[in-house]
């Protein structure tokens, strides 16, 4: 059964840090692109970065370049998303998922609310 699952959300100042979590199970992590996606209300849903299966190649939007990290860990079985200089517009809920654009399986998600 194939099971993505998020943690690490939580309230930040501007310019704070955050690292999420996504637990993996029921497939190999590294045979798939592994993708971390945030939602706000009343927007639409951004990508925000991705790792490739076999080679882990990262992928960042110019909106999150140079302060998110996306990075994984194959025995732990877990995608990292490291996020540095939060902005009150990065809050959002935020899944992983697999796959990069479109996706079949996807975790539920973790609030990140980034204010003072």
């Known amino acids: 059964q194939v099971q993505l699952v998020e943690s690490g959300g939580g309230l930040v100042q501007p310019g704070g840090s955050l690292r999420l979590s996504c637990a993996t199970s029921?497939?190999?992590?590294?045979?798939?692109?592994i993708g971390w996606f945030r939602q706000a209300p009343d927007k639409e849903r951004e990508a925000v970065s991705c790792?490739?299966?076999?080679?882990?190649?990262?992928y960042y939007p110019d909106s999150v370049k140079g302060r998110f990290t996306i990075s994984r860990d194959t025995a732990k079985k877990t995608v990292y998303l490291q996020m540095n200089s939060l902005k009150p517009e990065d809050t959002a809920v935020y899944f992983c998922?697999?796959?990069?654009?479109?996706?079949?399986?996807r975790g539920q998600g973790t609030q990140v609310t980034v204010s003072s």
């Open positions: 998922a697999i796959g990069c654009s479109m996706y079949e399986y």
């Open positions: 029921g497939f190999t992590l590294d045979a798939v692109a």
């Open positions: 790792i490739s299966g076999r080679e882990g190649r990262t």
